[in-house]
């Protein structure tokens, strides 16, 4: 069993930037694919980043590339997003995801854990 607990939302003017954090119980962190998806309301939740176990690959939405970056450190048990050029439309709640298998990282299928969510706001 894993628990994730996200931290860092809050309320950024447009162009700010912010970063979210994920806090991972359990031994075998390391071995997880991590990734973090969105979600407003209405709408289904959404692929942003993902990170393989070993830190080295990365995959992103699109209209997230170049502005956002997914890491992680082993050691404490925690995967990072560092948002930056933030839009308003980067408006959700974001959650953080573990998948125990390597699958189709942006696809919500392949995670078997998730956070409760962070709110992050982007005013105009």
């Known amino acids: 069993q894993v628990q994730l607990v996200e931290s860092g939302g809050g309320l950024v003017q447009a162009g700010g930037s912010l970063r979210l954090s994920c806090a991972a119980s359990?031994?075998?962190?390391?071995?997880?694919?991590m990734g973090w998806f969105r979600q407003t309301p209405g709408k289904e939740r959404e692929f942003v980043a993902a990170?393989?176990?070993?830190?080295?690959?990365?995959y992103y939405k699109d209209s997230v590339k170049g502005r956002f970056t997914i890491s992680r450190d082993n050691a404490k048990n925690t995967v990072y997003l560092q948002m930056n050029s933030l839009k308003p439309e980067d408006t959700a709640v974001y959650y953080c995801a573990a998948a125990r298998v390597v699958g189709e990282m942006s696809a919500l299928g392949t995670y078997d854990y998730w956070g409760q969510g962070t709110q992050v706001t982007v005013s105009s």
């Open positions: 359990g031994r075998t962190f390391s071995r997880y694919t």
């Open positions: 990170i393989a176990w070993i830190g080295i690959s990365t």
